[in-house]
């Protein structure tokens, strides 16, 4: 007699957050940063979310996330900025094009526009910045995931490593590598399952969502 294969277990029920939809973390000091998937999430991020006091960031590369630091009626600190740069630099072709950093910028909500000069268009997920630029230079490109728990579930947060290793239950560096981002989100759910006694606290899906890349190595 043939056994009945063992049911997976069933990630943790819990309502999805309007940020999910992006790119996101939260920073050391408690901010939360979006950022675009693509073109017309670049573009949603901006229209719909940046707002007074908030910071837009990107790489100074072509292809990129446009990420913006909510502020949340507080002074965003530099150390979030920082962290934001980093996640800005993770998302976009530097990550890709295995660049070990790129130079990222930082403006403030007013310097943003999608006004076009006379004559001149702006497509899709693109924009124009006036006025001078905060720049972050040679900004690394480090990542980690980690298991953020929240209330009785949790949630997969990709981020760099300062910010996920404060926040988060348990934590793992990513790199560029060989393997494929579905075999590594297995092995994160795995690690993630042991420290909640094999319970499944997120879904793969919501692991893949957060990894870079298709290749990439885990640093357990």
């Known amino acids: 007699v043939k056994e ?13 957050h309007w940020f999910e939809a ?15 998937r693509d073109a017309k999430s670049n573009e949603a991020v901006v229209k719909k979310h940046l707002g007074k006091e ?26 979030s900025l920082e962290e934001a740069a980093q996640f800005a630099a993770v998302w976009s072709k530097a990550w890709q094009q295995k660049i070990a950093g790129v130079d990222v910028y930082a403006v403030a909500e007013e310097q943003v526009s999608k ?26 490109l480090e990542f980690a995931v980690g298991l953020l728990p929240e209330g009785n579930s949790f949630l997969a947060m990709g981020a760099p490593p300062k910010a996920v290793k ?35 606290p997120v879904s793969l899906d919501e692991i893949i ?12």
């Open 54 to 79: 908030d910071f837009f960031l990107h790489a100074d590369i072509q292809g990129g996330s446009a990420c913006i630091v909510k502020a949340g009626g507080k002074e965003i600190s530099k150390e």
């Open 4 to 16: 009945k294969p063992k049911a997976m277990p069933l990630a943790m029920k819990r309502k999805r």
């Open 22 to 36: 992006f790119h996101w973390f939260k920073t050391s000091g408690g901010f939360l940063v979006i950022g675009g």
């Open 115 to 140: 006004k076009a000069p006379s004559g001149e268009a702006i497509s899709t997920g693109g924009f124009m910045i006036y006025g001078k630029r905060q720049w972050f230079r040679k900004t690394p």
């Open 166 to 200: 404060k926040a988060c239950l348990v934590s793992f560096v990513l790199g560029y590598g060989t393997r494929k981002r579905s075999d590594v989100a297995k092995k994160i759910l795995s690690l993630f399952e042991a420290k909640t006694q094999g319970k499944r």
């Open 209 to 220: 969502a957060v990894l870079p890349g298709e290749r990439l190595s885990i640093r357990e």
